[in-house]
């Protein structure tokens, strides 16, 4: 499962300058950066209040070094639907700080190697435009453990299997010729046969 690379012309309506560096995220050398106002406007601090509060906005350079994503990766998962963001006056990105709990979520199931797709399902029912609740966290937590459990016993079985038939096609082990006698098993498909695999990746990762 691979990052696709962030797109420079991914901006709204493709006509307007983004006034983000396309490497870094960040404002533009010639744009204000997050939180400072604009010429003539008023500043926004009061309104914003603790600037670790739930609600605060993070541009996407603060995004990327709070949760280690690239900016491209950020990117894409915006394009998937995986996290989403407002856009300022100048056309730069804005998060709410709850996207860093979904941002380390798909991390995290990357290095557990599960599919973008399950982590789509599994965050279906957490809001994207409003803070979730704990309820919302808790639906989500059952998809996820959910799917877990699949590929755990799914690995139980391979440990168990590793030394036997798996309906691979090898022919290789006495096992095969009682189990398996002359690849019978690959009229009924590609793959291990006698392995009950979770499915593969989807083309949402293609």
Known sequence: MTDGPGSAGDERGGAER??????????????????EPRAGERSTDDAR????????????????R???????ALHYYERLGLIASTRT?????????????RITLITVGKRLGV??????ASLRTVPLD????HADW????REWKKGLEERRRAIEQLEHELTGCIGCGCLSMK?????????????EGAGARRLDLPPGPSTVEA
């Open 18 to 35: 983004s006034s983000e560096d396309p490497s870094t995220g960040e404002p533009r050398a010639d744009e204000p950066r997050a939180g």
């Open 49 to 64: 209040g603790d600037e670790r509060a739930p609600e605060q906005l993070l541009s996407i350079g603060e995004v990327s």
């Open 115 to 120: 599919p973008l797709s399950d982590v789509q």
């Open 130 to 133: 409003s803070t979730p609740s």
């Open 66 to 72: 709070r949760t280690g994503v690239a900016v491209s």
């Open 175 to 187: 096992a095969c010729w009682l189990l398996n006698p002359e690849d019978a098993l690959g009229d």
């Open 138 to 141: 808790q639906r989500a937590s």
């Open 89 to 101: 006056s100048g056309n730069q990105r804005r998060y709410r700080r709850h996207m860093l709990r």
